[in-house]
C-alpha cells in the first residue's frame, strides 16, 4: 500500500536541476551571459503526459529570474524559493528530475529540500545518470523511482501504476525493491523502492 494516494487529477512537476547556473558562479564561465536552453527530457515527458491527460509543469532551475548577478548560495535560494512557490501552487504529488551526472549533487539537493517540505511527495529521476548507474540511484534516500532509457512511456505506465497502487501489474517489467530486502525483481525500464505505510 503507497502512503499517499495519487489520483489522475494530481499534479505532476518536472525539474531540471541547475549546472550551467552554478558552474559559471563556481568558475565564472559566462556561460548564462551568451546562453540558457531548455532541457528537452522533462520538457518531452512532461507534454506526453499532459497529452495522455494528466496536469504536468516543467521548472527549469538553470533560469534565472533577472540578470542580477548571483553568488551560490544565493542562486540556491532562490532555486529554494522557486520551488517552494510551485510545491505551494501546484501542490504536485510527483515530482520528477531529470539527471546529467554533473547534475547529481544539485538532483539531490533539490530532493532533499522537496522531501524536507513533504516527506510524501514521489519522487521519480531519469535521464542518463540515472539509465547508466541505475542501482547506485536509487540507493540515494531522497529518489523513490528510477526511470531508464526513454522515459515517456515508462513514465506514463508509472503514473498509472500509481493511481491504480499496483506497481507491479501496471509496469512492464519492474524493479521494485523488496521491503525486507530479501530478493528484488529483474530491471528492465524502472526501479522503485517500497512506499508502504
Not at 523513490?144 to 509496469?171: C, P, S, W, Y
Request: charged share 25%; net charge positive.
Amino acid at each position: 500500500m503507497l502512503k499517499k494516494s495519487i489520483n489522475k487529477s494530481d499534479h505532476i512537476l518536472f525539474i531540471a536541476p541547475p549546472l550551467d547556473r552554478i558552474l559559471n558562479i563556481r568558475y565564472n564561465l559566462g556561460i548564462l551571459k551568451t546562453k540558457t536552453y531548455g532541457y528537452l527530457g522533462p520538457l518531452n515527458i512532461a507534454t506526453y503526459l499532459k497529452k495522455n491527460g494528466f496536469n504536468t509543469s516543467v521548472y527549469n532551475a538553470n533560469l534565472k529570474r533577472n540578470n542580477d548577478r548571483e553568488t551560490e548560495d544565493q542562486a540556491w535560494k532562490n532555486i529554494k524559493d522557486d520551488i517552494c512557490f510551485l510545491l505551494k501552487s501546484k501542490n504536485p504529488s510527483i515530482i520528477g528530475i531529470s539527471i546529467l551526472t554533473p547534475q547529481l549533487e544539485f538532483a539531490i539537493k533539490i530532493a532533499r529540500f522537496i522531501k524536507e517540505v513533504n516527506k510524501n511527495i514521489i519522487i521519480v529521476v531519469g535521464g542518463w545518470h540515472p539509465t547508466f548507474m541505475p542501482e547506485v540511484t536509487i540507493n540515494i534516500p531522497f529518489f523513490n523511482f528510477v526511470v531508464r532509457g526513454e522515459g515517456e512511456d515508462t513514465m506514463l505506465e508509472l503514473v498509472k501504476a500509481l493511481i491504480e497502487n499496483d506497481l507491479h501489474q501496471a509496469i512492464a517489467n519492474p524493479y521494485i525493491e523488496d521491503p525486507m530486502k530479501t530478493r528484488p525483481y529483474k530491471i528492465k525500464k524502472c526501479l522503485a523502492k517500497p512506499l508502504l505505510m
